[in-house]
């Protein structure tokens, strides 16, 4: 055991103000007396290194009282900052006098000071800030004495007789996770310094040589030793390059082999010893590639063709367009600085070529990615993402761009361009990648359940034993499963009863509700239920804007304290609910932020205008060009920093909210205020459509508590490759209800007529009864059926150059049965929606109902809903009227064998169902439809055509 009055102790357990002042007395006593410290015994590095640290400590505190201290915060500030919210924290960092990144550590400095400076800063990174994070990384990289005193911490840490020094194990354990924390950051952006890496390479050592089994096999310890070996297992001069979701153009011109289909799996990984690093790489890996190969089949097919349109699949190609500087841009949006001009080479437009492109224009979404190059080849090309544009510049022929990566291009100005959007859509797949990238401190949330396996679900932790709950005044025992014991204003039926209960008693829950069976009113009830008990701001995540505003319209019956993130809402029912940046609006916002603010606008303007000077300036050359992306740069920097500013602002108002709402896409980019609020709930909606990536992105370590609502025999998530399909839509709700854990299922249904219904049952689902409710139906006036299925042989059609397929003779016969409707039975356009498959057949409908109601004038027709199957999902009619188009001697029915998409076709209707096609067809590639089809047989609902009765 080391002397307790030995220097190197009294280093560690006194403040440099203490120690100042104790050596000021033995100062004269130090070349006269010959101290001697008692080592301890352990391996020969930490010996040696505890000498050289005393003679150090010695050395700075004959110069002490030259140092300057005007620019170092005091111990006891320090104590403060530890103890601020995490958000209070970074605004004192950042708008304080003082640089918490210089000139705060010292060699003589005592060992609480080291340890609050290193937790501080922990937090500080834990924040994850985009526009702050990597240059706050880069000045902490710089701190080279904090590391040599972190080094110093480590000799200690790591020898059994320093551990009185900790006041519990808990506090040397979070010193490893705060050690382990910094240094994965700083890998992760390669700012891994030499002096860095030698103090990596010694904990590494002393970890290795350690008598301290307690601390070595701790779980921390575990940990660190894989980002340790991370680092060091790489170069140790040059860290490899940062992957990010761009795809290189190797990537996209010589087509590299990318993840192998055998290789793609992550549906059974499991990973032990805390280690979830290789599910999250699988996940990013699997993400980037389903992204880039759609972009690059497009592209090769491109080059391949003498005109983009002999090709399926091939988006819209753009020439003649051009790149400007945006002159407006200090007064406008921060992302425009740069303008696509698709006018700029083309003078030749005629009239109607110049709208059509205009009309084109509108299709391309703000936070896709464009690719453009000189030449058709795209041998060397630009990756830009679309910024916000309002729409009267779009009418000008203007789009806003940000560029992302340029390869092998110099000086974009003055040049043609070829330019055509990326197939998928890149907002949504970057979102999710840069959550994964900044992930990595700390286990993934309920990783015991989407990681582990685990089948036994606990129940939340703000939950405690034999808690009462309260539901608009009733009170009620949780643990109480009997369903007397229902509050009386809660309308649920039994097996709602049952989810509802699991719903809230249990961290991770699953709840399948096949269609019409009520999942949106159990969730409504849910929510009501725990902003009435929880405390918590509830997180809610929907996969569309659609079904977000259905959910939200309903719940604002019972609640005004929402805020909606993202896209503004369509309806206005629910627009007040639009989160909106204030600056001035909130009262509670911490003035250090509105401080802030103006702070960063002043930089924002200051950056730009040289930007400004230097385009008026610019005399083509490269130098010059290069010298001007860099001040672009920094102006897109910037622009970073004042988005992050605009979610602190919404978080003062979010803090006092009831519900966050928002869907997937915006959740990824919004992961910042969930940690900011420390969320404790997340409730899905639709949660079969989320694919697993997004919904973990969807997760902060604040989560407690997951509820996930869906149907995985309903629409699965989307996938823009076909070749991923096995693995990005199967959601995380689909593969732990199938595999895991047990989730509940709703058994009554108040929807479809009982003979639509026994289409579903057990076809789709095991058990489905139905309400009384639906048995009461009045039938179709006019028709001899309620459910009728026409089948024919007439053949499909084909655009040429297109790949989506429709059938003329369908659409014809079905507008004729939507006239009969409205005009003989008398029912609204309000009450009949015609549905299909295929994207072509409702253009080609649309296009017969316009035909057909100039014939007839019946105002009535041009209302009524046309939709594909896929956007009506989650929404019911009273007539549905369906047309499958396919039909043809290849015996080829497509997406008609996927049997989530023939759910939801046959369960939307209310009162009444037609469908139109070949069945021979159908039934000839597919069991679910030979199944279907003996059900129709049985109730005689089947013919050569539809049952119209005249004579009512």
């Known amino acids: 055991m080391a002397c307790a009055d030995s220097d190197d102790q009294d280093w560690f357990d ?71 919210s995490s958000l209070d924290l970074f605004l004192f960092v950042t708008t304080c006098k003082f640089n918490f990144f210089v000139n705060q550590i010292r060699a003589s400095d005592g060992l609480e000071r080291i340890l609050l400076y290193l937790r501080i800063s922990s937090r500080l990174f834990e924040l994850e800030l985009h526009g702050f994070q990597k240059e706050f990384l880069e000045k902490f990289s710089q701190n080279e004495e904090f590391f040599e005193q972190i080094r110093d911490v480590a000799v200690k840490l790591f020898l059994k007789g320093f551990k009185t020094l900790w006041k519990s194990d808990e506090d040397a354990y979070q010193i490893l996770i705060d050690i382990k924390s910094l240094i994965l950051r700083l890998h992760r952006e390669q700012l891994i310094t030499y002096k860095a890496l030698d103090v990596i390479t010694d904990i590494r050592e002393y970890i290795k040589d350690s008598d301290y089994p307690d601390i070595v096999n701790c779980n921390s310890c575990k940990q660190l030793v ?20 761009y795809p290189s153009l190797d990537e996209l011109i010589t087509c590299p082999s990318l993840t192998s289909k055998a290789d793609n799996s992550f549906q059974n990984i499991k990973i032990t010893d805390d280690d979830d690093t290789k599910y999250i790489e699988k996940q990013k890996k699997i993400l980037r590639d389903d992204f880039i190969m759609p972009l690059r089949d497009a592209l090769s097919k491109i080059k391949e063709s003498q005109s983009a349109f002999s090709f399926e699949n091939v ?43 205009k009309d084109n224009i509108k299709a391309i979404k703000t936070g896709s990615l464009l690719v453009l190059s000189p030449t058709k080849n795209f041998e060397n090309l630009i990756l830009a993402t679309v910024t916000f544009t309002d729409a009267k510049r779009r009418y000008k022929g203007y789009i806003g761009i940000q560029i992302v990566r340029q390869h092998n291009i110099g000086c974009v100005y003055d040049k043609k361009f070829y330019m055509f959007e990326s197939p998928a859509f890149f907002e949504a797949y970057n979102n999710v990648f840069n959550y994964f990238y900044t992930y990595g401190d700390g286990e993934l949330p309920m990783k015991r359940y989407i990681v582990d396996g685990e089948k036994d679900v606990r129940q939340p932790n703000y939950l405690k034993q034999d808690m009462s709950y309260t539901f608009d005044g009733d009170s009620f025992k949780l643990k109480n499963s ?65 079904s977000l505003d259905k959910f939200l319209l309903k719940l604002s019956a019972y609640t005004r304290n929402i805020l909606r993130f993202g896209s503004q809402t369509r309806l206005p029912e629910i627009s007040k609910f639009n989160v909106n940046f204030d600056t001035t609006a909130e009262e509670t916002v911490n003035p250090h932020l509105k401080r802030l603010y103006h702070i960063i606008k002043k930089e924002f303007k200051k950056k730009f205008q040289k930007v400004q000077s230097m385009h008026a300036n610019f005399d083509g050359s490269e130098d010059s060009y290069q010298l001007l992306i860099n001040a672009q740069k920094d102006v897109s920097d910037v622009a970073e920093k004042l988005k992050s500013i605009r979610l602190m602002f919404q978080f003062y ?55 996930m609502i869906g149907d995985h025999m309903q629409l699965q998530p989307y996938t823009s490759s076909f070749y991923y399909s096995y693995d990005l839509n199967i959601s995380l709700f689909e593969r732990l209800f199938v595999n895991n854990l047990k989730g509940s299922t709703l058994h009554i249904q108040y929807r479809m007529r009982p003979c639509i219904a026994d289409l579903m049952h057990p076809t789709f689902y095991e058990v489905l009864k139905n309400d009384a409710f639906v048995e009461s139906y009045p039938k ?84 009524v809903n046309i939709a594909t199957v896929d956007s009506f999902q989650g929404l019911e009619a009273n007539i549905v009227l369906l047309s499958l188009v396919r039909s043809n001697t290849e015996g080829q029915i497509g997406i008609l064998r996927n049997k989530n998409r023939i759910c939801v076709a046959l369960s939307r209707a209310k009162h009444g169902m037609y469908i139109i096609g070949d069945m021979s067809t159908l039934t000839k590639c597919s069991e679910i439809w030979r199944t279907i089809e003996l059900k129709l047989r049985a109730q005689c609902a089947i013919g050569n055509h539809f049952p119209f009765n005249y004579e009512e």
């Not at 100062?27 to 010996?47: L, M, Q, R």
């Not at 009239?351 to 492109?357: F, H, P, T």
């Not at 057949?841 to 014939?855: D, G, I």
Request: glycine share 2%.
């Open 226 to 245: 894989v980002e340790l070996d991370a680092v060091l297992n790489g170069s140790k001069a040059e860290l490899s390059e940062k992957v990010d979701v």
């Open 653 to 707: 108002s979010a803090r006092e909210a009831d519900v966050i709402a928002m869907t997937t896409n915006c959740a990824a980019k919004s992961n910042f205020l969930f940690r900011l609020l420390q969320s404790k709930i997340v409730i899905f909606e639709e949660a079969a459509e989320i694919s697993e990536p997004h919904a973990l992105a969807c997760l902060t370590p604040y989560t407690e508590h997951i509820i």
């Open 780 to 863: 179709v006036p006019y028709m001899t059926a309620n459910l009728f299925f026409y089948t024919h042989k007439n053949n499909e059609d084909r655009s040429l150059g297109e790949c989506s397929v429709f059938n003329n003779f369908e659409a014809e016969e079905i507008i004729y049965l939507a006239t009969h409707l409205l005009t003989t039975a008398a029912y609204t356009s309000d009450d009949i929606v015609i549905l299909s498959p295929y994207a072509k057949q409702v253009e080609h409908l649309k296009q017969c109902l316009f035909v057909f109601q100039a014939r007839i004038s019946h105002e009535s027709l041009q209302h």
């Open 482 to 546: 009997s369903y007397k014991c229902k509050p009386r204003k809660l309308s649920l039926n039994q097996s709602q009863w049952v989810a509802y209960l699991e719903a809230l008693t249990k961290e991770f829950c699953l709840i399948q509700g096949p269609p019409g069976t009520g999942k949106t009113h159990l969730s409504v009830n849910l929510v009501r239920t725990l902003i009435e008990n929880a405390r918590t701001p509830i997180v809610l995540i929907t996969y569309t804007n659609d």
């Open 14 to 84: 006194k403040d440099e103000n203490e120690i100042l002042q104790n050596f000021r007395a033995k100062a004269s006593e130090t070349e006269s007396v010959n101290h001697a410290v008692e080592y301890i015994h352990g391996p020969s590095a930490a010996d040696e290194h505890l000498q050289q640290k005393r003679l150090e400590v010695s050395t700075e505190l004959t110069v002490a009282n030259k140092v300057d201290h005007a620019k170092r915060l005091t111990t006891e500030v320090l104590r403060k900052l530890k103890n601020m």
């Open 315 to 357: 988006p819209q190609l753009y020439e003649n367009v051009g790149i400007v500087v945006n002159k407006d841009f200090i007064n406008g949006k921060c992302h425009e600085m740069l303008l696509i001009d698709m006018f700029r080479y083309s003078t030749s437009y005629d009239k109607r070529s110049r709208q059509k492109l």
